[in-house]
């Protein structure tokens, strides 16, 4: 299963978010030999690489980019990538493990199914 099937199947009752972070693989940092980009100085050049990968990776999800201060990615501790699910209050109904090895969207999908019939029940009591 992957992120796209989940938002195939949910994203008209589930609001998806790809928040870009620090690149993982940069080539003037831990670099896995797939591609040509240093680590981004700016928010510009953040934003601007964070735009190729939402193309290349086709997500189709609306992606939004970290602050260069990382603020998102430490508050999660998200780097290299992880998944979570925030429920109607706010607060952190599914939270996977760091990826690449944590990232399951299998498991997202059955806390999202958990999360939405709890919401079921409870609105008909």
Known sequence: MRLQDL???YGDRVQFLVIYIREAHPTDGW???NHD???PRTIAERRALA???E???KYGIPTLVDEMDDGVMKAYAAWPDRLYL???DGKVAYAGGRGPW???PRKLKGAID???EANVRYAST
């Open 7 to 9: 938002y195939a199947e």
């Open 51 to 53: 735009g190729i990968c």
């Open 31 to 33: 670099y896995m030999g």
């Open 86 to 88: 925030i429920d109607l």
């Open 37 to 39: 980009f240093r680590d």
């Open 55 to 57: 193309v290349r990776l």
């Open 102 to 104: 944590g990232f399951k």
């Open 114 to 116: 958990r999360l939405m």
